[in-house]
T-cell receptor, first 117, second 117 residues
Framework: AQKITQTQPGMFVQEKEAVTLDCTYD???????LFWYKQPSSGEMIFLIY??????QNATEGRYSLNFQKARKSANLVISASQLGDSAMYFC??????????????FGKGTRLHILP | GAVVSQHPSWVICKSGTSVKIECRSL??????MFWYRQFPKQSLMLMAT?????????EQGVEKDKFLINHASLTLSTLTVTSAHPEDSSFYIC?????????????FGPGTRLTVL
């Protein structure tokens, strides 16, 4: 079974609009971490935002926020005021177990976001 | 953020040859590094966990004799694709968890694009 599910293979959004990228996850471990990465056409993986399973508040980083709904096991990424440079592939990922920076991260299939001028 | 480099950024080789890819953590030490491969328009698939001073841990279905991993120091891991064939052509990307800070994340190298003729 998939651990990370991203149901939107592709999205088209008008510049300056907000966009929500969906992510649901599956784990029985009470301790885990959720990540979002951006991958532009150059291939580099850019870390965007992190949410720990015990974090009380939703994570925010500039224009990025993570809508963490623990009971629903969802961790949607919200990008406010989208820009042309936001066009890229976006991956949701999860690390299971207590916070330990040596643990592996598993990725979803990704969502390709296109920002339209 | 922490910096991870990879070398080479791209390589073209003939079928049957071996190719070595280096992954370096430039400003931090990493006892663990991770190797992923990514086919076009697909997600990152974890291949193996590289452990400094001990054997790598391979994911199910990954041939350890074909993808040799050596973690020689706290800042260097190498992936050698032995007797490469066209089906090994892919984008190989490494990551390393960064110690310190308040974010539990991993930093990725820029990737190596391997083309086997």
């Amino acid at each position: 079974a998939q651990k990370i599910t991203q149901t939107q293979p592709g999205m088209f959004v008008q510049e300056k609009e907000a966009v929500t990228l969906d992510c649901t996850y599956d784990t029985s471990d009470p301790s885990y971490g959720l990540f979002w990465y951006k991958q532009p056409s150059s291939g580099e993986m850019i870390f965007l935002i992190y949410q720990g399973s015990y974090d009380q508040q939703n994570a925010t980083e500039g224009r990025y926020s993570l809508n963490f709904q623990k009971a629903r096991k969802s961790a949607n990424l919200v990008i406010s005021a989208s820009q042309l440079g936001d066009s890229a592939m976006y991956f949701c990922a999860m690390r299971e177990g207590p916070m330990n920076r040596d643990d592996k991260i598993i990725f979803g299939k990704g969502t390709r976001l296109h920002i339209l001028p | 953020g922490a910096v991870v480099s990879q070398h080479p950024s791209w390589v073209i080789c003939k079928s049957g040859t071996s190719v070595k890819i280096e992954c370096r953590s430039l400003d931090f030490q990493a006892t663990t590094m991770f190797w992923y491969r990514q086919f076009p328009k697909q997600s990152l698939m974890l291949m193996a966990t590289s452990n400094e001073g001990s054997k790598a841990t391979y994911e199910q279905g990954v041939e350890k004799d074909k993808f040799l991993i050596n973690h020689a120091s706290l800042t260097l891991s190498t992936l050698t694709v032995t007797s490469a064939h066209p089906e090994d052509s892919s984008f190989y990307i490494c990551s390393a968890p960064a110690a310190g800070g308040d974010t539990d994340t991993q930093y990725f190298g820029p990737g190596t694009r391997l083309t086997v003729l």
